[in-house]
Nanobody, 121 residues
Framework: QLQLVESGGGLVQAGGSLRLSCAASGSIFSINTIAWYRQAPGKQRELVATITKGGSTNYADSVKGRFTISSDNAKNSVYLQMNSLKPEDTAVYYC???????????????WGQGTQVTVSS
C-alpha cells in the first residue's frame, strides 16, 4: 500500500508562511486525487485542499487565496504552500488520497503522523 509522509510544519507568527511536503513511497502519477486535511485541537479533521492528476485544484473557503496545493510527479510529492497564516490555521496537517463521494473527498489510506503547524498571534 502506498505510504505518505508529511513534513515541513513548525511554529510561525501570524502573517508568515510555511511549505508543507507530502512524500509518497511510490508513484503518484496515476493517482486521481490527493488532498491535504487538517485537525485542530478539539475539532474534527477537515479538508483543506485537493489536486487531481490533471492538475485541477480545490480549496476550502477558509484558505482560498492564501494556500496553494501543487504536485511534482517526478519527486512523487505533493506540497501545500501556506501564506498569510492565521492563528486559526493551527492544526496537525495530513495528506491522503481521497475519492469524491456525495460532495466530500473521502480519505482512502490509513492516516500518517501528520505535521504540526502552530501560528502564534
Amino acid at each position: 500500500q502506498l505510504q505518505l509522509v508529511e513534513s515541513g510544519g513548525g511554529l510561525v507568527q501570524a502573517g508568515g508562511s510555511l511549505r508543507l511536503s507530502c512524500a509518497a513511497s511510490g508513484s503518484i502519477f496515476s493517482i486521481n486525487t490527493i488532498a491535504w486535511y487538517r485537525q485542530a485541537p478539539g475539532k474534527q479533521r477537515e479538508l483543506v485542499a485537493t489536486i487531481t492528476k490533471g492538475g485541477s485544484t480545490n480549496y476550502a473557503d477558509s484558505v482560498k487565496g492564501r494556500f496553494t496545493i501543487s504536485s511534482d510527479n517526478a519527486k512523487n510529492s505533493v506540497y501545500l504552500q501556506m501564506n498569510s497564516l492565521k492563528p486559526e490555521d493551527t492544526a496537525v496537517y495530513y495528506c491522503n488520497l481521497c475519492a469524491w463521494l456525495v460532495g466530500q473527498c473521502r480519505p482512502i489510506l490509513t492516516w500518517g503522523q501528520g505535521t504540526q503547524v502552530t501560528v502564534s498571534s
